[in-house]
């Protein structure tokens, strides 16, 4: 018995609100699998044949009418110097979001509250892309105020890491909204590959999950840990997560995104509060 294996090629991908589609018709090609042994056959269903792609998913998939880059930083606080930790933040980074020298905004500053404790997290956004990253390094660099605080950071620090952003096309640009507020960062460590499928989805998705506006920023690594993902939504309090996130189940095609996405959620962080409300 001949056994087929449909394999869709898509050309030319073009992008739209509700995701990417091929801009030519689609080329099916068929293969025959009766003359093969049975070890070949068996393989051939594990492995799957990669498609040269003419441009990066930053292209594709990243607004293009702004250059907008994002920095995302994951500090860990000693127990005991978080509350000291917080004040030098308050007293040293609103004003370098508010000095128009340095091409950046600080998008919002947290305290993870369900999630890793005693856990910073602090997002930025550089208006120019990496030039603007590079001017800003550069000048904070020079920045008496500024290399005080990295010293005495340091003092407090048990470990931390960052990453470097682009936004989803399909997404708000993050912006102050009235509070108080919860936060929900939840990370996605994606398959290799699998990126454009994802935007797909969540192109779709997003629409049916804007209904109480909680959705604030959707981004995808560029530089750190590749392949990830990152959602921040916004909520009153927690029942109101819960009473939102209960009814997108309501909606049509919710159930698809959350059967072919959900499996690859990495963590869920909860945040006590943003600077920026």
């Not at 370098?96 to 950046?104: A, L, R, V």
């Not at 602090?122 to 603007?132: E, F, I, Q, S």
């Not at 309501?250 to 499996?263: A, H, I, M, S």
Request: net charge positive; aromatic share 12%.
């Amino acid at each position: 018995m001949a056994i087929r294996v449909l394999q869709t090629v898509g050309r030319g991908l073009k992008q739209t609100r509700s995701g990417l589609h091929a801009s030519s018709p689609v080329n099916v090609a068929l293969r025959s699998l009766s003359n093969v042994g049975d070890e070949s056959w068996f393989k051939s269903l594990f492995v799957r044949k990669v498609i040269p792609r003419k441009d990066a998913h930053s292209h594709l998939l990243a607004k293009k009418e702004d250059n907008n880059l994002y920095k995302i930083q994951f500090h860990n606080v000693k127990p005991e110097c978080l509350d000291a930790y917080n004040e030098l933040c308050e007293d040293v980074l609103p004003s370098i979001h508010t000095d128009p020298e340095y091409p950046c905004e600080l998008v919002g500053t947290w305290n993870t509250w369900y999630g890793e404790q005693d856990q910073a997290v602090h997002l930025w956004r550089y208006r120019g892309g990496y030039p603007a990253l590079t001017e800003v390094m550069n000048k904070l660099r020079q920045n008496k105020k500024f290399m005080e605080y990295r010293n005495e950071r340091g003092k407090m620090l048990l470990s931390r890491r960052n990453q470097l952003l682009l936004e989803f096309s399909f997404w708000n640009e993050p912006v102050p909204r009235p509070g108080p507020n919860i936060y929900e960062l939840r990370s996605y460590q994606l398959r290799p590959g699998t990126m454009i499928e994802w935007g797909n989805y969540w192109a779709r998705a997003i629409e049916i999950r804007q209904q109480n506006q909680e959705a604030v920023g959707g981004f995808f690594s560029q530089i750190g840990s590749l392949y990830t993902v990152h959602h921040l939504w916004a909520y009153k309090d927690l029942q109101s997560r819960e009473n939102t996130r209960n009814a997108a189940w309501q909606r049509d095609g919710w159930d698809e995104v959350v059967y072919y996405t959900g499996l690859q959620i990495l963590e869920s962080l909860l945040f006590s509060t943003w600077s920026l409300e």
